[in-house]
Nanobody, 126 residues
Framework: QVQLVELGGGLVQAGGSLRLSCAAS????????MGWFRQAPGKEREFVAA????????YYADSVKGRFTISRDNAKNTVYLQMNSLKPEDTAVYYC???????????????????WGQGTQVTVSS
């Protein structure tokens, strides 16, 4: 099993920045790609960003492209989400997820991720 713990959420004004981190523990050797998803109140969970096992490939939702950056440090079993130029519509619970297989073009599908964190709240005020 793999356990994921997110940190770094909070309250920030529009235009500000936050960095989320997600630390993996357990059978970390089985992890391939990792991703971030978010869910706003009353909305379905949506894909935000994903990164391949070695970090050579990254994927972003159009809504965050150019503002968010995903990265990972495999030595620390940690994935990060740097969020800049935050907007009120970025307000959501952000979830970290890990896959056991290479996901390629399917990185946006939550079904490829068997492991999920508990989520961290990000609130952007206008």
């Amino acid at each position: 099993q793999v356990q994921l713990v997110e940190l770094g959420g909070g309250l920030v004004q529009a235009g500000g920045s936050l960095r989320l981190s997600c630390a993996a523990s357990g059978r970390t050797f089985s992890i391939y790609g990792m991703g971030w998803f978010r869910q706003a109140p009353g909305k379905e969970r949506e894909f935000v960003a994903a990164i391949s096992k070695l970090g050579s490939s990254t994927y972003y939702a159009d809504s965050v492209k150019g503002r968010f950056t995903i990265s990972r440090d495999n030595a620390k079993n940690t994935v990060y989400l740097q969020m800049n130029s935050l907007k009120p519509e970025d307000t959501a619970v952000y979830y970290c997820a890990a896959s056991r297989t290479p996901f390629g073009s399917s990185s946006f599908r939550d079904t490829v991720y068997p492991y999920w964190g508990q989520g961290t709240q990000v609130t952007v005020s206008s």
